[in-house]
T-cell receptor, first 114, second 114 residues
Framework: GAGVSQTPSNKVTEKGKYVELRCDPI?????LYWYRQSLGQGPEFLIYFQGTGAADDSGLPNDRFFAVRPEGSVSTLKIQRTERGDSAVYLC????????????FGEGSRLTVL | GQQLNQSPQSMFIQEGEDVSMNCTSS?????WLWYKQDPGEGPVLLIALYKAGELTSNGRLTAQFGITRKDSFLNISASIPSDVGIYFCAGQRRAGAAGNKLTFGGGTRVLVKP
């Protein structure tokens, strides 16, 4: 498709389970970002990829969160031992390169941890 | 946590009215951006500002990059029903290892006057 695609759109899991969220960016976009958005809040930065490497992972809240982008396109956000506080919408965005703030966001993956 | 403060937090509009909102920061950003988010969607870029003092328009939208680089405002002229949504400001430093990420404000919720 033409836009950023995120799957699943909704995920309900139990506390302690492992979750993977996938992001398929716009073709040719080298920059990829993950954000987390809690209800009533603005998006909060998690991690930024330029190509295959994580250029800035300063927003990951703890070592239960990890993200990869092995071929410089699709990215997966992985959350281990989920907690109820992880419930949020996880947004992925892509951009044409370094330094641009002009990002294209997906519709997000809504994660609910019971 | 959020470093950008948006005001007002919410506002009601009547069709045809002009709307103003602003965003302030305790630190400097070198790029300011305004995004709009509709329910169930990801944020969509409205306007990007790259120079202090810059005034930029996009249709009925006008945004300015504050001269101190610590604030920005967004005006919507002659509002229409589809202007309803949440407006987010975002800042980008564009310098240093963590300079590419966007920091978002908490949002201004624009609602229709009953």
């Amino acid at each position: 498709g033409a836009g950023v695609s995120q799957t699943p759109s909704n995920k309900v899991t139990e506390k302690g389970k492992y979750v993977e969220l996938r992001c398929d960016p716009i073709s040719g976009h080298t920059a990829l970002y993950w954000y987390r958005q809690s209800l009533g809040q603005g998006p909060e930065f998690l991690i930024y990829f330029q190509g295959t490497g994580a250029a800035d992972d300063s927003g990951l809240p703890n070592d239960r969160f990890f993200a990869v982008r092995p071929e410089g396109s699709v990215s997966t956000l992985k959350i281990q031992r989920t907690e109820r506080g992880d419930s949020a919408v996880y947004l992925c965005a892509s951009g044409t390169g370094a330094n641009t703030g002009e990002l294209f966001f997906g519709e997000g993956s809504r994660l609910t941890v019971l | 946590g959020q470093q950008l403060n948006q005001s007002p937090q919410s506002m009601f509009i009547q069709e045809g009215e002009d709307v103003s909102m602003n965003c302030t920061s305790s630190s400097i950003f070198n790029t300011w951006l305004w995004y709009k988010q509709d329910p169930g969607e990801g944020p969509v870029l409205l306007i990007a500002l790259y120079k202090a003092g810059e005034l930029t328009s996009n249709g009925r939208l006008t945004a300015q990059f504050g001269i101190t680089r610590k604030d920005s405002f967004l005006n919507i002229s002659a509002s229409i029903p589809s202007d309803v949504g949440i407006y987010f400001c975002a800042g980008q430093r564009r310098a240093g290892a963590a300079g590419n990420k966007l920091t978002f404000g908490g949002g201004t919720r624009v609602l229709v006057k009953p």
